[in-house]
């Protein structure tokens, strides 16, 4: 499975931004799909996971409220709208699929089995 993030930038605070993330080598859906994040100096973060049809969707603390996950099955693309962006939001997102783990470990890095090469994301105060 291969993975490629997208719609990364530089923006203000309380603007918006949208990331895309392009997945193939595999045929049929990808049962989870997630993204996670991480700064300078830190680890990386939860921020937003969806199962294969959309219906269930997930979100760590800094993301409740903010950002919204959804998916295109019919595209195989996963999207992460970002509203509201704090300077705190400045990291690299990374795109991750979860294809054998179960859904309960989505949130979890060890939980995903392939990870994109991530898209910077700077918000400025």
């Known amino acids: 499975v291969q993975l490629q993030a997208s719609g990364g930038g530089l923006v203000q605070a309380g603007e918006s931004l949208r990331l895309s993330c392009a997945y193939s080598g595999r045929t049929g859906s990808i049962p989870g799909m997630g993204w996670f994040r991480q700064a300078p100096g830190k680890e990386r973060e939860f921020v937003a996971a969806i199962d294969w049809s959309g219906a269930s969707t997930f979100y760590g603390d800094s993301a409740k409220g903010r950002f919204t996950i959804s998916r295109d099955n019919a595209k195989n693309t996963v999207y992460l709208q970002m509203a509201s962006l704090k300077p705190e939001d400045t990291a690299v997102y990374y795109c991750?699929?979860?294809?054998?783990?179960?859904?309960?470990?989505?949130?979890?890095?060890?939980?995903?089995?392939?990870w994109g090469k991530g898209t910077q994301v700077t918000v400025s105060s």
């Open positions: 991750a699929a979860q294809v054998y783990g179960p859904m309960n470990a989505i949130t979890t890095t060890r939980g995903m089995d392939y």
